[in-house]
C-alpha cells in the first residue's frame, strides 16, 4: 500500500477505526454514528488529498453545502431598514452565487495557496469553514445564547434567536460568521435600534448528523479529504497521517484547540503567507490563542466569590454576636 | 447596636461603618457591572461610544469582561455577605412589615402633598419593599451570573435550556436592575428624603429630622425622648424639616 493509499483510506474504512463506528458499520448503518448527539465529533480535512476539484466550476464541497443551505436564509425585507447611528447594512441576497469567500449564502470556500518549498512549486487547496472551537468565545459572549455549542462539537447559531449584532464575528479569531441584513428577530423589536440581522456559518450540518447522514461538504468530496469521526480517532488519524507525510497539523492547539484538524504536507505558517486577512476570508496564523484563557482566573474567582462572603459574614457574625453578648453580660 | 443617639450632636447612628462598605461595595461594583454589561452588547462600535475620549475599549468585549468579572467578585461577595450577615444577627429591619403597601402609598401621596406622611421606623416603609425588590433583583443577577461564569470557562457545552434560562434570566434582570438604579436615585432626588443621604455617606442623620420623621425608631432607640416629639399630626411638614436641614447646611 502506498502512503497515498493510506492517505485515500474510504469513508466506511476510516469508520472501523473506531469501536462506535465499526459496530454501526458492521450493521450496515455506519452513517448512524454520527447520530449520537453526545459523541464527541471531529472532522479531518487532509490537504494533501485536496485538489479544489479543478474540473469543477465550484468545488464539490462548497456546491453541496449550497445546495443543502439554499433555502435557510428566509426572504429578506426590502427595503432594509436602516441601522441607527452607524449605518451599516450586510447584503448578500443578491450575491448568493459568490463562493469564493465566506458570505451568509457561502459556509465553504477553497483557498488556493501557490507557494514554493524547499524550491519546488506547489499548489495546495485549503477548504476553509467555522473550525468549532472546543471552547469558543462566538458561543460564550453571544449575549443572548443565539450561538451554542452541542455536546457533539458542532457550533451552531440559531437563526431564530440572533439578532445580527456579530459580536460573534469581532471575537472569532478568524473572523468567521456572516451576517445577513434584513431578516431575524431583530426586526419585529426595534428594527432601527437594535440588531441588525442574523449571522451565519457553518454548522457542521447538525440536522443531517441528528438524522446519521454526513455533513454535506464531507459526502460531496470526490477525494475524501473531508473526514468526520470520533473526536478522539480523529485526532489519532491526523496524528499519524502528518507522521507518515512528515506534515503538520492546524485546528489541535488554535484558539484552545478545535473540533477540526487540518493535516499538511507543507508548512502553516507558509500557508498563511499565501492568505490576506480580509472580509469573509480568513487567514491561518498559527499562534492563535484563546484570548477568553486570559480571564479564566478571574471568572474563577468569580465562581469562588460567594464562598468568600458566606464565610467572611459567618466569621463576623459569630465575632459579633460573641461581643454582643459580652456586652450585655458587663 | 450600633445605632445611637449622640444628643449633643444632634444625630443620631443609623449605619455602621460595615454597613456603608457593604452598601458601598455593592453599589459601586453594581454601577461598573451595569456599565461593563451594556458594554457586552454590541453597542460600542455601532452608538460610536469607541469615539468618546476614554471609551475606546468598549467595543472590546474580552476588555469589558475582565471589568465584569472584577465587579462581579466584590458584588457577589458582598451580596452574600450582607444576607448570611445581617440573617445570622437576626436583623430584620429592612424586611416588609404587615401594612407596608398601604403605608407606601401615604408615604408617596405626602410627597405630593397629599395628606401627611404616617410615624415611621429606622426605613421607609417603601424602602422596604424597594429592598426586597432590589435584594431578589440581585440574587437572580448573580446566579445567572454564575451559571453563565461556569459556562465560559468550563461547559460552553453546557445543557442549552440552562443556557437560555440563564441568559435571559440575566439579561431581564440587568433591565430590571437598571430601572431599579433609577428609582432608587430618583427617591433620592426627592427633597424629604435628602436629609437621608448624608446618612449613606457618613452613617449619621440628623436627630431632629429622625425624631419628626422616624419617631418610631427614636421612640425604640430611647423611649424617653419619644415623650419629648410631637404626635404626627402636629408635626411640621417633612419637607419643611428638609428645606430647613439644607438651609442650616448650607
Same mark, same amino acid.
Given at each position: ?7 485515500? +483510506? ?17 450493521? $450496515? ?37 449550497? *445546495? ?21 447594512? *450586510? ?6 452565487? =459568490?463562493?469564493?469567500?465566506? @458570505? ?25 469553514? /467555522? %473550525? ?29 434567536? /440572533?439578532?445580527? $449584532? ?32 442574523? %449571522?451565519?456559518?457553518?454548522?457542521? /450540518? ?10 454535506? /461538504? ?18 489519532? &488519524? ?21 473540533? @477540526? ?22 487567514? #491561518? ?6 484570548? #477568553? ?22 466569621? #463576623? ?14 | #447596636? ?40 454590541? =453597542? ?11 471609551? $475606546? ?30 440573617? &445570622? ?59 453563565? @461564569? ?25 433591565? &430590571? ?7 432608587? +436615585? ?9 436629609? %437621608? ?5 457618613? $452613617? ?15 421612640? *425604640? ?19 419643611? +424639616?428638609?428645606?430647613?436641614? @439644607?438651609?442650616?447646611?448650607?
Amino acid at each position: 500500500m502506498t502512503q497515498q493509499d493510506h492517505f485515500r +483510506m474510504g469513508r466506511r474504512s476510516f469508520l472501523k477505526i473506531t469501536a462506535a463506528a465499526a459496530v454501526a458499520s458492521a450493521a $450496515g448503518l455506519p452513517q448512524k454514528a454520527y447520530a449520537a448527539k453526545d459523541r464527541q465529533l471531529a472532522t479531518l480535512i487532509d490537504l494533501s488529498l485536496c485538489d479544489g476539484c479543478p474540473d469543477r466550476k465550484v468545488p464539490a464541497c462548497v456546491g453541496a453545502c449550497k *445546495e443543502i443551505n439554499k433555502n435557510k436564509i428566509p426572504r429578506v425585507i426590502d427595503p432594509i431598514p436602516e441601522p441607527w447611528p452607524r449605518k451599516t447594512i *450586510e447584503n448578500w441576497s443578491k450575491k448568493q452565487d =459568490v463562493f469564493n469567500r465566506l @458570505t451568509p449564502y457561502n459556509f465553504i470556500y477553497v483557498h488556493k495557496a501557490e507557494l514554493t518549498v524547499d524550491g519546488e512549486k506547489k499548489t495546495v487547496f485549503v477548504p476553509r469553514r /467555522c %473550525m468549532h472551537c472546543d471552547n469558543p468565545a462566538c458561543v460564550t459572549i453571544c449575549p443572548f445564547s443565539a450561538n451554542h455549542k452541542n455536546k457533539n462539537g458542532a457550533v451552531v447559531i440559531d437563526q431564530n434567536s /440572533c439578532f445580527g $449584532g456579530a459580536k460573534c464575528r469581532d471575537v472569532c479569531p478568524w473572523e468567521i460568521p456572516q451576517r445577513q441584513s434584513g431578516v431575524g428577530i431583530y426586526l419585529h423589536v426595534l428594527p432601527g435600534l437594535m440588531g441588525n440581522g442574523v %449571522m451565519y456559518k457553518c454548522d457542521l /450540518c447538525h440536522e443531517r448528523l441528528a438524522k446519521g447522514k454526513l455533513p454535506g /461538504c464531507i459526502e460531496a468530496c470526490p477525494r475524501e479529504a473531508l473526514l468526520i469521526g470520533d473526536r478522539r480517532a480523529i485526532e489519532q &488519524l491526523a496524528e499519524s497521517r502528518a507522521g507518515r507525510m512528515n506534515g503538520y497539523i492546524y485546528g489541535k492547539t488554535q484558539n484552545g484547540g478545535t473540533s @477540526t484538524f487540518y493535516v499538511s504536507p507543507v508548512p502553516f505558517e507558509d500557508l498563511d503567507k499565501t492568505m490576506v486577512k480580509k472580509p469573509g476570508q480568513p487567514d #491561518m496564523k498559527t499562534d492563535v490563542k484563546r484570548r #477568553m484563557a486570559d480571564t479564566d482566573p478571574l471568572a474563577k474567582a468569580v465562581l469562588a466569590s460567594p464562598v468568600v462572603g458566606i464565610a467572611a459574614a459567618g466569621i #463576623m457574625g459569630f465575632l459579633s454576636k460573641r461581643k454582643d453578648r459580652a456586652k450585655k453580660e458587663a | #447596636m450600633t445605632e445611637k443617639i449622640l444628643t449633643e450632636k444632634n444625630l443620631v447612628v443609623r449605619h455602621s461603618t460595615l454597613e456603608l462598605i457593604e452598601h458601598w461595595a455593592i453599589a459601586l461594583s453594581g454601577l461598573i457591572l451595569l456599565v461593563t454589561g451594556i458594554f457586552e452588547l454590541p =453597542v460600542g462600535k455601532r452608538y460610536y461610544i469607541v469615539n468618546v475620549p476614554g471609551l $475606546g475599549w468598549s467595543a472590546d468585549f474580552i476588555t469589558s469582561l475582565y471589568l465584569h468579572y472584577a465587579a462581579a467578585v466584590v458584588f457577589t461577595a458582598a451580596g452574600m455577605f450582607h444576607l448570611v450577615y445581617h440573617g &445570622l444577627r437576626g436583623e430584620k429591619g429592612l424586611l416588609p412589615r404587615r401594612g407596608d403597601l398601604s403605608e407606601s402609598i401615604k408615604v408617596i401621596k405626602s410627597l405630593f402633598g397629599f395628606g401627611e406622611e404616617p410615624p415611621m421606623h429606622k426605613y421607609l416603609p417603601e424602602q422596604r419593599l424597594a429592598y426586597v425588590g432590589m435584594a431578589f433583583i440581585i440574587l437572580m443577577l448573580i446566579v445567572s451570573g454564575l451559571v453563565k @461564569t461556569y459556562k465560559n470557562i468550563y461547559a460552553p457545552d453546557m445543557s442549552y435550556p440552562v443556557l437560555l434560562w440563564a441568559t435571559w434570566i440575566h439579561n431581564i434582570f440587568f433591565i &430590571l436592575f437598571f430601572l431599579a438604579f433609577i428609582a432608587h +436615585m430618583a427617591a433620592i432626588a426627592l427633597r424629604p428624603n435628602w436629609p %437621608m443621604v448624608r446618612g449613606i455617606f457618613t $452613617g449619621r442623620v440628623r436627630l431632629d429630622y429622625a425624631r419628626h420623621r422616624h419617631p418610631l425608631w427614636i421612640a *425604640e432607640l430611647d423611649p424617653s425622648l419619644q415623650k419629648n416629639t410631637a404626635p404626627p399630626d402636629e408635626l411640621p411638614e417633612s419637607v419643611d +424639616m428638609a428645606k430647613q436641614e @439644607t438651609e442650616e447646611e448650607g
